[in-house]
């Protein structure tokens, strides 16, 4: 990374797991770790991060204040509670960072993200101000209505799959959720509202997020592969 100023990690992980039949995502076991402590492991190790807020569940605060002092981190990780919403839960990240010039937001169930990846976005960020990890789109996508009648056809060669890490300038980001608006997906859509533009960067297939327990199967697959 070749831009000056102080870097923010927040680290979004206080969803229900509505999906995940009674386990909670973020301390399943992925290749023997929690998957939240894959996660925070890849922004301690990346040099270029030099805060983290990891926003977590009330219920969970307790098993993941165990799980950071387990570890043993150099860097501080300050721990707060999320909101109903994801971009809640963001929102609260925000506050809790300190006089940071940029900021890393990511799920905290993708687990497999990696120092490049974070080090890749904070690069191209520059640009614009906002980047975010995303891929091509493989599957032919159908647009369509309430009765399912197909709309539209979109070329798949203009379609990308948006993951995180989503890099941004500090005022950018700020601005966005100052403003916000009805319920969003994905912290770029904000910023796009606004007019500013969002710079994609390539991601990772394997850069996944774990939803269904299926999902944890595929994980483990990836991780074994790069083990090798």
């Known amino acids: 990374m070749d831009n000056s ?12 797991s509505q999906r995940m039949g009674g386990v909670d995502k973020v301390l399943a076991l992925l290749g023997g770790k929690p998957l939240l402590v894959r996660v925070i492991d890849a922004f301690q190790m990346c040099d270029s991060v030099d805060q983290i807020v990891l926003v ?3 219920q969970n605060l307790g098993k ?18 999320g909101g109903r919403r994801r971009q809640d839960s963001v929102l609260a990240g ?8 940029w900021v890393v937001i990511h799920d905290g169930a993708r687990p497999l993200v990696t120092v490049d990846l974070i080090n890749h976005g904070l690069e191209e960020a520059i640009e614009t101000g906002a980047a975010a990890a995303a891929v091509p789109v ?5 647009v369509a209505g309430a009765d399912r009648l197909v709309q539209q056809t979109p070329s798949r060669h203009d379609l ?5 890490p989503q890099v941004f300038r500090f005022d950018i980001i700020a601005e966005a959720y ?3 608006k009805g319920e969003v997906t994905d912290d ?3 910023v796009e509202r606004l007019g500013y533009r969002v710079k994609l960067y390539m991601g990772s297939y394997d850069n996944m997020k774990i939803t269904t327990p299926d999902d944890l199967v595929v994980a483990e697959a990836f991780l074994r592969k790069r083990g090798k």
């Not at 993941?64 to 509670?81: A, D, H, N, Y």
């Not at 493989?138 to 159908?142: E, L, M, N, S």
């Not at 990308?160 to 995180?164: F, M």
């Open 138 to 142: 493989t599957d032919t996508i159908k």
């Open 178 to 180: 100052g403003r916000a």
């Open 56 to 58: 977590v569940s009330e």
């Open 188 to 190: 770029a859509t904000l």
């Open 64 to 81: 993941v204040r165990g799980l950071i002092t387990k570890q043993g981190w150099s860097k501080k990780t300050v721990l707060c509670f």
């Open 5 to 16: 100023g102080k870097v923010g990690a927040v680290i979004v992980a206080a969803g229900r």
């Open 160 to 164: 990308w799959a948006v993951q995180t």
């Open 94 to 101: 925000l506050g809790r960072l300190d006089q940071c010039d």
